[in-house]
């Protein structure tokens, strides 16, 4: 028994052809299945910034009708600050001219223009 060695001619374009289609093959592979994840994580990211959006409405709404509260809080309390503003300048006033009629009248008295009962 002799070994004696097979031969196999085969021509390598048609080897190199073959290769080079299937990595074109699994290029045409990659492509769809990289543009099929893009379109995906871009409608990903659309419904999360519609959510945020919606989230930070929501959050503006929140602390506009707080703002409103407080600010009709702060309305009453202005407006009740006015009325003892007013309240302590009529006081302010009549202790004032009371002071000035007992100064009249103690002048008066001093100077004796008014006489003794």
Same mark, same amino acid.
């Given at each position: 028994? %002799?070994?004696?060695?097979?031969?196999?001619?085969?021509? &390598?374009? $048609?080897?190199?052809?073959?290769?080079?289609? $299937?990595?074109?093959?699994?290029?045409?592979?990659?492509?769809? /299945?990289?543009?099929?994840?893009?379109? /995906?994580?871009?409608? /990903?990211?659309?419904?999360?910034?519609?959510? &945020?959006?919606?989230?930070?409405?929501?959050?503006?709404?929140?602390?506009?009708?707080? !703002?409103?509260?407080? !600010?009709? #809080? !702060?309305?009453? =309390?202005?407006?009740?600050?006015? =009325?003892? +503003?007013?309240?302590? =300048?009529?006081?302010?006033? %009549?202790?004032? +001219?009371? &002071? +000035?009629?007992?100064?009249?009248?103690? #002048? #008066? =008295?001093?100077?004796? &223009?008014?006489?003794?009962?």
């Amino acid at each position: 028994m %002799s070994n004696t060695p097979i031969q196999v001619t085969t021509d &390598l374009g $048609k080897i190199l052809e073959r290769i080079e289609q $299937k990595i074109d093959k699994l290029d045409e592979k990659f492509e769809t /299945k990289r543009d099929t994840l893009d379109k /995906k994580v871009e409608t /990903k990211l659309d419904k999360i910034d519609e959510r &945020l959006n919606r989230l930070e409405v929501n959050r503006l709404e929140v602390g506009q009708t707080k !703002l409103g509260g407080d !600010l009709k #809080a !702060l309305e009453t =309390k202005v407006g009740e600050l006015g =009325k003892q +503003i007013d309240d302590q =300048k009529f006081i302010n006033c %009549s202790v004032l +001219i009371g &002071l +000035i009629v007992t100064i009249l009248g103690g #002048a #008066a =008295k001093l100077f004796g &223009l008014v006489g003794n009962p």
